[in-house]
């Protein structure tokens, strides 16, 4: 069987497995990543192969709807660049606080509004860079960039459970940690909170903001050294009085989004891990086993030279052979 077709069988089997499709939205307005862009800081390759599986992703703009669908599996905060107005702010406190579903995305830099969220999850997002500078870890992993991190020891969180031995690559991530005071303040949410994506040991968190150059780590300022703690998921556990039964809420908080954008989801094992989030926040647990199976390739890349060879014979070759074997078959009806 051709990669082409198992991986037709295999999305087929994934969107039967959930029973329905799975809305997903991402909330628009304020800058944030956008999933149907097929730019290379877009999401359209991640979203292309999460339709295939039984995903709908659309994006969702709050100051349209004040409000997040109630059928959605869950909603995503995609690097927001911009502030959230205070009534947006209210919506997603309360989606949280009634136990919906969230991927909270957040690139190095300020939260922009979103520090009553930070709170209710009982997170700490940090403001700086994860930095790892060894040239020779670089060199093998074809990284050019210190701020280009690999991830390779997994934390205890069930969404990463299949990935070990495997790569992942985060671009400009920042560190995110369970805060140690979570869950002490009266009427605090209560989560099961796992730390997970850790960085090697030689890493760290890069507080100046320089990130060229021969930068180090500071033992006298801010800088935290690794691993670094990259992702926490959070599990609440949530009674529903009608039904007398308990159900979960989950939500997943990353300090980067660049490695689910086109330009890094196919480095590693970031489409994995990618899928495995998403899944895992649908509540599609059984599908946390079946690795994603991917499209065969279907770019052709060239070498300056060759193009230039195809683009001689597309542009004049071809054009003229055509135009003389037209002239020939006119000149031979002629002498007819």
């Not at 809305?23 to 290379?40: A, D, T, Y």
């Not at 709050?62 to 109630?70: A, G, N």
């Amino acid at each position: 069987m051709d990669s082409a077709s198992e991986q037709t069988i295999g999305n087929a089997i994934q969107r039967m497995s959930r029973g329905g499709e799975r809305l997903v939205v991402f909330l628009e307005g304020h800058g944030e990543r956008q999933p149907l862009s097929s730019e290379s800081t877009g999401m359209s390759q991640l979203v292309a192969q999460l339709q295939r599986s039984g995903f709908l992703v659309q994006p969702h703009n709050l100051v349209r709807t004040q409000s997040i669908p109630q059928n959605a599996s869950f909603a995503v905060i995609a690097a927001p660049q911009q502030d959230f107005l205070p009534g947006e702010v209210a919506v997603l406190k309360t989606y949280v606080e009634q136990g919906g579903n969230l991927l909270w995305l957040q690139d190095p830099g300020g939260l922009h509004g979103l520090q009553v969220l930070e709170e209710l999850l009982g997170v700490q997002i940090h403001t700086g860079t994860v930095i790892d500078a060894n040239e020779d870890l670089q060199a093998m992993l074809g990284i050019n960039h210190p701020a280009v991190v690999p991830v390779v020891d997994y934390g205890k969180a069930e969404l990463v459970s299949k990935l070990a031995g495997k790569q992942t690559v985060f671009p400009f991530a920042t560190l995110v940690a369970r805060d140690p005071q979570a869950g002490t303040q009266e009427g605090a949410l209560v989560w099961q909170a796992d730390e997970f994506l850790y960085t090697l040991p030689a890493s760290w968190l890069e507080s100046s903001g320089v990130l060229e150059g021969a930068v180090k780590f500071d033992e006298g300022s801010d800088d935290q050294p690794g691993p670094v703690p990259l992702g926490v998921s959070l599990v609440r556990q949530l009674e529903t009085v009608a039904e007398h039964s308990r159900s979960e809420q989950r939500v997943v908080v990353m300090g980067d989004s660049d490695f689910m954008l086109n330009s890094f989801i196919g480095q590693g094992a970031n489409l994995d891990l990618a899928s495995n989030i998403f899944n895992w926040l649908s509540a599609d647990d059984s599908l946390l086993k079946v690795p994603v199976i991917r499209a065969p390739d279907t770019q052709l890349e060239l070498s300056e030279t060759a193009g230039a060879v195809l683009g001689t014979f597309f542009l004049f070759v071809l054009p003229l052979g055509l135009l003389a074997a037209g002239l020939w078959i006119w000149w031979r009806r002629r002498r007819r």
